[in-house]
Every structure is written in structure tokens, then in C-alpha cells.
Antibody
Framework: QVQVVESGGDVVQPGRSLRLSCAASRFTFSRHPMHWVRQAPGKALEWVALISYDGSNKYYADSVKGRFTISRDNSRNTLFLQMNYLRVEDSAVYYC??????????????WGQGTLVTVSS | DFVMTQSPDSLAVSLGERATINCKSSQSVFYSPNKKNYFAWYQQKPGQPPRLLISWASIRESGVPDRFSGSGSGADFTLTISSLQAEDVAVYYCQQHYETPVTFGQGTKVEIK
């Protein structure tokens, strides 16, 4: 059973930084693109970032571009999201999601349970 | 950016009855070279992460009951639950993954009447 487990969520003040991690197991992590998706309380899903299977290509939502950085360590089967200059509106549950094998842009076929980020003074 | 608009925002259906959710994309998500619609449906039950139900507009994922079906092409898509069960109470999201930014619909909440 594919597993992705997020960690790193916390309560932080506006303007501070936070790093999320996503540990992957039971699949060949290095062959899949990976995504971060967030969901504010009671709101719809919002895509945040995508990284290609080898880390060579990265894409971001306009709302986080220049502040967030997605990365991966295929030797450790781990995905990261470095979040800088956090804003109140970044408060959400952040999900790690696996992209489909063989497609740069494919459906998200496995999701973690999410980690909660709260930005508040 | 692709704007995904779902209708209705919510719907209440009696057990055993049909539920239909529509999703319209602001642009076509059909990719001619491989004849695929870059479109998916997700189910999110309360307190749980989303789950992929239907990929490429009409392919039911492994383990998804056959009462769920997806149809449509181009910019207009439909998710049908042929006979609603109590465990189908959830919010359903459509998604285009044709290009970045990947975008989701606003969600449709399905409840029991």
C-alpha cells in the first residue's frame, strides 16, 4: 500500500518560515512527480507546487511563487516544501500527493493525511 | 488559468437514487496527440484527505465501486453515482491537470435526503 506521510506543520507568526516534509514509502519515489496541495478550513483544494520525478522542473501557484520552494531527495524518498514569508492566508492543511507514473501532468493517485499550518500573530 | 466550475454546489439525494455532478472547464482539457482528457474526480469524506475516484475523465480507479462513473470530453464533464449509498456522503472535486497551475472546482457536497 502506497504511503506518503507529511510532517512539519506548526503554528507560526506572519513573516516566519516553516519547512514541511513528506516521507514516501512502498513505491518507487524517484519515478513519480510529486505535488503539494493545500486546503484552508472549510475551503476547496488549492494546488501549491509540482516537482518532476528527478527534481529538474518545478512549478508553483502564483499565490506562493517567490516565497515557497519545493524540493525532493530521492535518496531519502522525501519531498519538501520550504515556506518563507508566511502569511495568514497560507493557513491550511497541506497535503503531499503523488503524481501518476509516466506523465508530467497526471492525476494525483495517492494523498497523505496532511499537516496543519497555522499562521497567526 | 483554467477555471473549473462545478454544479450544483450541493445536492441531497435519497438513498438508492442517482446523483449527478457537472464540471465545466474554461478551456478544453483534451490533448489530441494521446486522445486523453486531463481531467479527474476526487472524493473527500469529512476529516479525510481526497481520494482519486475517476482518472482521465472516465477511468474508475481500483477499488472504486462501479456505481461511480465519469463521462464527458473537452470542457464538459459529469460524475454520476448511480445508486447513492450512505458511505458516499462527501465533497466531490473535479480537477484539470492539463497544465499548471493545476486547478480544482469549488466542490460539490453530496448529502442524503
Amino acid at each position: 500500500q502506497v504511503q506518503v506521510v507529511e510532517s512539519g506543520g506548526d503554528v507560526v507568526q506572519p513573516g516566519r518560515s516553516l519547512r514541511l516534509s513528506c516521507a514516501a514509502s512502498r513505491f518507487t519515489f524517484s519515478r513519480h512527480p510529486m505535488h503539494w496541495v493545500r486546503q484552508a478550513p472549510g475551503k476547496a483544494l488549492e494546488w501549491v507546487a509540482l516537482i518532476s520525478y528527478d527534481g529538474s522542473n518545478k512549478y508553483y501557484a502564483d499565490s506562493v511563487k517567490g516565497r515557497f520552494t519545493i524540493s525532493r531527495d530521492n535518496s531519502r524518498n522525501t519531498l519538501f516544501l520550504q515556506m518563507n514569508y508566511l502569511r495568514v492566508e497560507d493557513s491550511a492543511v497541506y497535503y503531499c500527493a503523488r503524481g501518476s507514473l509516466g506523465y508530467s501532468y497526471g492525476p494525483f493517485d495517492s494523498w497523505g493525511q496532511g499537516t496543519l499550518v497555522t499562521v497567526s500573530s | 488559468d483554467f477555471v473549473m466550475t462545478q454544479s450544483p454546489d450541493s445536492l441531497a439525494v435519497s438513498l438508492g437514487e442517482r446523483a449527478t455532478i457537472n464540471c465545466k472547464s474554461s478551456q478544453s482539457v483534451f490533448y489530441s496527440p494521446n486522445k486523453k482528457n486531463y481531467f479527474a474526480w476526487y472524493q473527500q469524506k469529512p476529516g479525510q484527505p481526497p481520494r482519486l475516484l475517476i482518472s482521465w475523465a472516465s477511468i474508475r480507479e481500483s477499488g472504486v465501486p462501479d456505481r461511480f462513473s465519469g463521462s464527458g470530453s473537452g470542457a464538459d464533464f459529469t460524475l454520476t453515482i448511480s445508486s447513492l449509498q450512505a458511505e458516499d456522503v462527501a465533497v466531490y472535486y473535479c480537477q484539470q491537470h492539463y497544465e499548471t497551475p493545476v486547478t480544482f472546482g469549488q466542490g460539490t457536497k453530496v448529502e442524503i435526503k
